[in-house]
């Protein structure tokens, strides 16, 4: 029974201090990249408060239309700036994914609606699941490949990992992506467990 139960406040961790530091870095950037950084905290704070273990709060049933809304918005946001390229697809992806997530939860057979499963005992669609799965399991490795120091030529400078420009003020962009490799770990977890 301390499986379970660690394990969710362990994602919980994960996705507050996620969400935390990218308010922090929304405080230290501006424009396009203050934006990002305001949708990846949103996102991390949802994931963090969705995966709060149901023994400690069972969420009352209008909580998950509340929640559907809100990354449905977010969706939208991130359909509509998907023109600009960047990181936008990734977002709509998240938001799409915490909207089915969101419904799968709220299902009628979900006990409290929040333990995520339907009146067939699976919850969501298996391969709306399994697709979204293999998406962040991609993500992950790639992010995580990405992470990997890569080693400087003979001859070459030392310091090919530096950070450039404005992004040693909020951590740099290795900070960047490991705040983003961990909220795709979340995802991954919350999306086994739907």
Known sequence: MHGPALSGWLLVALCAVAGAYCLLRMRACAGEERRNAGGEAVMGFGMAFMALPAAVLTPPGWSWTVYAAVFGAAAL???LAVRHGGHHLHHLVGSLAMVYMA???????APGAHAGHTATGAGGIPVLTGGLLLYYVAYVLRAGARLVPVAA?????ADRLAPTGGEGRAGGAEMTLACRLSMALGMVAMLVTL
Request: proline share 20%; charged share 0%.
């Open 77 to 79: 946001h991130g359909l």
């Open 103 to 109: 419904v799968a939860m709220a299902g009628p057979g």
């Open 153 to 157: 030529p003979a001859g070459g400078p």
